[in-house]
């Protein structure tokens, strides 16, 4: 268990509606970064958030945003969806100690975009 | 940039017999070094990691991996596989930013 959850597991939709998913980090985990992983494919990075704001950002199109809470929660949103958006989503948890940066996945929810 | 070539897509391998998992990486600075373990219907576990120091690296599971810098590669070994075993592994690299790089995966299968 990497203390790291993610809701809800699973997630259908339909083409151009807006869909929240939620990941709650491990305490006093204050980054968390979230990943796509389309089916057969490794992890993409899609942005970082630190101390709630944004850190950085994959190649992704703003349609796809965040948000990070104090109590270690945070959302990725994503709008207009498309059938390509269809994936694992992840979300991981780091404590940055500015040497090991061992990130803790949650399970990932799994949307579908039909 | 970085990037992770994961050099098989699946790897087939009886039980008990040794694997060899390939991972080549290419960046122009220092990197920190990754191999992840996804069962089905799961996020990814860490197995181990490359800092810095003894390029023989040894994790979990009875996983270890070797660093080596000037063929830029990560290979991750077992001698002795499980059934258990049966997971797709990713290889990544972290230059230390905020960007994690992830192969492709590799899909082992361990047959009885």
């Known amino acids: 268990e990497t203390g790291v959850t993610q809701s809800p597991t699973h997630l259908i939709k339909t083409r151009g509606q807006q869909v929240t998913l939620r990941c709650s980090s491990q305490?006093?985990?204050?980054?968390v970064s979230w990943y796509q992983q389309a089916l057969g494919q490794g992890p993409q990075f899609i942005f970082q958030?630190?101390?709630?704001?944004?850190?950085g950002r994959g190649n992704f199109p703003p349609r796809f945003s965040g948000l990070q809470f104090p109590n270690y929660s945070s959302e990725l949103n994503v709008n207009a969806l498309e059938l390509d958006d269809s994936a694992l989503y992840l979300c991981?948890?780091?404590?940055?100690?500015?040497?090991?940066?061992?990130?803790?996945f949650g399970p990932g929810t799994r949307l579908t975009v039909l | 940039a970085q990037s992770v070539t994961q050099l098989d897509s699946q790897v087939p391998v009886f039980e008990e017999a040794p694997v060899e998992l390939r991972c080549n990486y290419s960046s122009s600075v220092s990197v920190y070094l990754f191999w992840y373990v996804q069962y089905p219907n799961q996020g990814l576990q860490l197995l181990l990691k490359?800092?810095?120091?003894?390029?023989l690296v040894k994790g979990i599971n009875g996983f270890e991996a070797e660093f080596n810098k000037s063929q830029t590669s990560f290979h991750l070994r077992k001698p002795s596989v499980h059934i258990s075993d049966t997971a797709e592994y990713f290889c990544a690299v972290d230059t230390g930013g905020f960007k994690t790089i992830f192969g492709a995966g590799t899909r082992l299968f361990v047959k009885a």
């Open positions: 958030y630190y101390r709630e704001e944004e850190n």
């Open positions: 490359y800092l810095s120091g003894s390029t």
């Open positions: 305490s006093g985990h204050n980054t």
């Open positions: 991981a948890s780091t404590y940055p100690t500015g040497v090991d940066n061992e990130q803790f």
